[in-house]
């Protein structure tokens, strides 16, 4: 996966907050002028039977760690189901972090409760840190985060961080008051629940979030820039059955196009009856600046297809089970990071291959096309099983389709002299890799002017064993039984008529399948090599002085 470096107030944060919970805790066991501090402050014991104790008791259940811990991964669940993959492992990484290191300092540290604390579930065991200071803290930042990434409004993040700050002092004052903690104890649990939510947010490459941000932000609303230079535009191209949560991504969408002083979107929704060809021909028309493409690997073909030759470069939003061109091209799989790629990544022109079936009209794909038993598992897989367990979906229709026949088969690579073979698999790719990183052609480059085509045609089980495990371990070797092949163009002829697929959708039945490199014919926005700036929009761009 790929996460954005952390920014240097990121850092700064966690750094600054890492030294003083070290230098608090040496403080708290160390220091006489700290003990005298906890022990003028202990609160007074409190009658069991009280109002105030039954209140104070009933909403430190309702905090207790456990509980919140419980409702971050809840949110980490929708974060992954919504394909903000590193938000939700952040979210997990918080709520395993700051259990986990809360329960090491207080058996490390051993401190016991003060004498006047109440005879409570919630006040059993060690004092320091505070477990519940260590939870609220925690989770109020990974919540804050999870505002941020979503792209929430100003008002509703502000309402948040206010919101949270009132329940972290309400927290700590009901500790206080059921006499379950030492102030020192109170102030190390939010230290520590702050270091460790910041610290999992930076391994997975989400924002911290911070007050300093919504003053950014309202500034930046407030001083879009005055230039005599049009506005960018975006077409964005989305399968409704694929952007599971549209709402959010829309927000998100408009938020960067805002903040970089672009026009408003082009909004263009795919049907069950077209999966993109009049869309994308409908943003080239408009001639928009860019493209963002939201969908699986068959609405991405589609967009690729309609965006050749034309220029405008294409953001990939991976929405789809395979995936497949994100994963070779190294576009993030989460939602946001690919956003940030799309709008900050660079221009790059990769090759398309134009195809061109039984002499019908030519169409495009961007990373393999096959003719035989890769097409019927294609279109054997159950759709319902696929969003259930992704991938491994294809291996049960592998299995239910093993006994596909093979087919008899005449190649043609460029002006050699044509070859045949009685093949069980003809895959032509553009790029080299399968689901799980399974190295199918891992010689094939996006960008290298060719087209690599395989042929297996094994005749029994270990032939099948031998040549799986060649492919599987990349060894280039080839025999009678595997042919690996680089050209500009193949023409494949079959005497039987078999499904053929385009980027792992099948198309339909063909005869013969022409296939011809088009170098550079898409320009593709890629992420950008670490340590370089993101993009700038035309808006953005202050001219030179006289």
């Known amino acids: 996966m790929v ?47 009280s109002p105030t104790a039954q209140v104070a008791g009933a909403l430190a259940l309702l905090t207790w760690p456990g509980v919140e811990y419980a409702a971050l991964l809840a949110v980490a669940i929708w974060a992954a189901r919504h394909r903000l993959r590193q938000l939700a492992i952040g979210l997990v990484l918080t709520a395993a972090l700051a259990w986990g290191t809360a ?14 604390s109440l005879d409570l579930i919630t006040t059993h065991g060690y004092s320091y840190p505070s477990g519940h200071l260590t939870a609220v803290v925690a989770c109020a930042i990974a919540v804050g985060a999870t505002f941020a990434v979503t792209r929430r409004p100003v008002r509703a993040r502000l309402a948040w961080q206010t919101g949270a700050a009132v329940v972290v002092v309400a927290v700590a004052l009901d500790r206080w008051v059921l006499g379950a903690h030492y102030v020192s104890d109170l102030v190390g649990g939010a230290l ?121 470069p294409f953001g990939l939003i991976p929405a789809g089970t395979g995936n497949l061109l994100a994963r070779n091209i190294g576009i993030p799989l989460d939602e946001g990071a690919a956003l940030d790629v799309a709008f900050d990544g660079v221009d790059k022109p990769i090759d398309l291959v134009q195809i061109t079936v039984d002499g019908g009209p030519p169409d495009h794909f961007a990373v393999m096309a096959g003719i035989g038993i890769d097409a019927v598992i294609m279109e054997g897989t159950n759709p319902d099983l696929k969003k259930a367990v992704g991938s491994a979906a294809y291996f049960v229709s592998a299995a239910q389709n093993a006994n596909h026949p093979a087919l008899h088969t005449t190649i043609r690579v460029d002006d050699h002299p044509p070859f045949r073979r009685r093949a069980h698999i003809i895959v032509i790719g553009n790029v080299g890799y399968l689901q799980a990183n399974i190295p199918l052609i891992p010689d094939a480059r996006p960008d290298d002017g060719l087209l690599d ?53 099948t198309v339909g039945e063909c005869g013969t399948m022409v296939a011809e490199v088009k170098p550079g014919a898409l320009l593709l926005r890629v992420p950008r090599p670490v340590g370089q700036g993101r993009l700038r929009s035309a808006a953005e761009l202050e001219p030179e002085p006289a």
């Open 3 to 49: 996460r954005r470096p952390p920014t240097r107030t990121s850092l700064i944060i966690a750094l600054s907050l890492l030294v003083v919970l070290v230098v608090w805790t040496w403080l708290t066991f160390a220091s006489a002028a700290f003990d005298a501090m906890d022990a003028r402050l202990v609160a007074p014991r409190l009658d069991p039977l």
């Open 103 to 116: 329960t090491l300092a207080k058996n490390v540290f051993a401190r016991p409760r003060p004498g006047t």
């Open 192 to 312: 520590l629940g702050g270091f460790v939510a910041t610290l999992s947010l930076i391994v997975a490459g989400v924002k911290v979030p911070g007050p300093q941000d919504l003053v950014t932000e309202l500034v930046r609303r407030q001083n879009v820039p005055d230039t005599d230079t049009p506005p960018l535009r975006a077409a964005v191209i989305y399968n409704p059955s694929k952007v599971t949560d549209w709402v959010t991504f829309r927000r998100h969408v408009e938020y960067e196009l805002k903040v970089r002083g672009w026009d408003r979107a082009l909004w263009l929704e795919t049907t069950a009856d077209d999966p993109g060809r009049a869309m994308t021909a409908h943003a080239v028309a408009e001639g928009v600046d860019l493209v963002l493409g939201a969908g699986g690997d068959g609405t991405i073909r589609v967009i690729c297809s309609g965006l050749a030759g034309t220029g405008i």
């Open 453 to 505: 085509l395989l042929v297996a045609s094994p005749r029994t089980a270990r032939d099948w064993v031998r040549i799986t495990t060649r492919v599987l371990t990349r060894r280039r070797h080839t025999d009678e039984q595997l042919d690996r092949i680089v050209g500009r163009r193949v023409v494949i002829t079959v005497d039987e008529r078999d499904q053929f697929q385009l980027d792992g959708d």
